[in-house]
Structure formats: structure tokens, C-alpha cells
């Protein structure tokens, strides 16, 4: 049974250009949420969905950042004009409920901005 | 506010030391529950233990050995005899019952020397 896949692995952008990351959810697994690590910090909480449908953004900054995660298909984190600020390591977990909070991590998305 | 505080940013032992990382966290739920990853050099997230606020038992598995203690809100851990391949940053997280968000601490940098 696959784990939480994410890729790419390593991404390389410019100011300005764009970034999509994507996540692959366990299989059996409806609930994905996105974490952000910036250099030398903890993970922060950015937002939880489930299929199609976003259910809690309150981590999203308010601009630039969207997800989404369709019925079909991995869950997308997309970064638009992206900053040098926005580099940082990008989490995703997955989860069949909530109910018992155990969270499975993907490997994780490197953002480099130059 | 910061609901878990990892006190130790760094440390640094000699092979075969024990080491032992402070976790303390703060939530008003009755039910919740404690976490401790491990992200070593090459950047994925490992599940060490996840702990429900209910069982205060204390866990040993191999090397590790968790220490939870609800009086003063803490969620120690202990490497035993550590090893070089122990070097890691090392994070304790808290879930809510009522809340599917992890909150992580700042993580704290184990550095074991040969």
C-alpha cells in the first residue's frame, strides 16, 4: 500500500513564476492537508480539505496561495507570483477521518525561489 | 499562543549518551493527542508515537522511551545509547480532539557524534 506520494520532490522558481504542488493521498484516504516548514521552524498548518471541497483555509496566506483537491486526482497546492519568502519545505498528509487525528505524511515538496 | 513549546534547540551528544528532548504543550480539551516525528538529513517526516491523552502509560520501543506526564503537561522523550543515525530534528506535535490541525513545536536539533 503506497504511502502519500508528493511531487516534485525538489522545485526551482523564479520571482514571479508560478508553483504547483501536488499531492497524492494514501489510497483509502479522503481528508489531505498541507503543511508548511519554513528554514529552521516547525510545520505550520495551512489548510484541510476533502474531496472537492475546501474545509479549512484559516493557515492559507490571503493572497497567492490556493488549493484544491478534485474528485478525481491529487490534491494541488498552487503558489502564484511566488516570492523568495514562499521558499520553504511544502507537506502534505493524508487521513481516512479525523476522528482518531493520525495524520500520514508524504516525503514533502522543496520550493526554492531565486 | 504557542501550544508546544520545545525548550531545547539544539543538542549534541557523544555515541552511546542518552539523550532526552523536552515537550511541554498547553490545551484546555480533556482530549487530545501527543506526537513526536522525526525529519532526519534528507527531509521526510518519520512517525515516532502518538499518544492519547487518556493513556499516561509510558511507551519503550527499542531506544525510545516516551515519558507523559499530565500534571505538568509534558511529553518527554528518551533516546537510549544513541546512535550517529539518531542525528535528526526532532518534533512533538499536539492534536485536539474537537480540531484535526497539528501544532507543531519548533523542533529540536540531535546531533550524535561518533
Known amino acids: 500500500n503506497a504511502g502519500v506520494m508528493q511531487n516534485p520532490r525538489h522545485l526551482v522558481r523564479r520571482r514571479g513564476q508560478e508553483a504547483r504542488l501536488r499531492c497524492s493521498p494514501m489510497k483509502g484516504h479522503s481528508h489531505v492537508y498541507w503543511y508548511r516548514q519554513l528554514p529552521e521552524e516547525g510545520l505550520k498548518f495551512m489548510v484541510y480539505l476533502q474531496k472537492e471541497n475546501i474545509i479549512d483555509e484559516s493557515g492559507m496566506p490571503k493572497e497567492r496561495f490556493s488549493a484544491e483537491f478534485p474528485k478525481e486526482g491529487p490534491s494541488i497546492l498552487r503558489i502564484q507570483q511566488v516570492v523568495r519568502g514562499d521558499s520553504a519545505a511544502y507537506f502534505c498528509a493524508s487521513s481516512d477521518t479525523t476522528g482518531n487525528n493520525e495524520q500520514f505524511f508524504g516525503p514533502g515538496t522543496r520550493l526554492t525561489v531565486l | 499562543a504557542q501550544k508546544v513549546t520545545q525548550a531545547q534547540t539544539e543538542i549534541s551528544v557523544v555515541e552511546k549518551e542518552d539523550v532526552t528532548l523536552d515537550c511541554v504543550y498547553e490545551?484546555?480539551?480533556?482530549?487530545?493527542?501527543l506526537f513526536w516525528y522525526k525529519q532526519p538529513p534528507s527531509g521526510e517526516l518519520v512517525f515516532l508515537i502518538r499518544?492519547?491523552?487518556?493513556?499516561?502509560q509510558n511507551e519503550i520501543s527499542g531506544r525510545y522511551s516516551w515519558n507523559f506526564q499530565k500534571s505538568t503537561s509534558s511529553f518527554n522523550f528518551t533516546i537510549t545509547a544513541s546512535q550517529v543515525v539518531d542525528s535528526a530534528v526532532y518534533f512533538c506535535?499536539?492534536?485536539?480532539?474537537?480540531?484535526?490541525?497539528?501544532?507543531f513545536g519548533a523542533g529540536t536539533t540531535v546531533t550524535v557524534r561518533a
Open positions: 506535535a499536539l492534536s485536539e480532539a474537537d480540531d484535526y490541525k497539528l501544532s
Open positions: 490545551t484546555r480539551d480533556t482530549t487530545y493527542y
Open positions: 499518544r492519547n491523552s487518556f493513556d499516561e
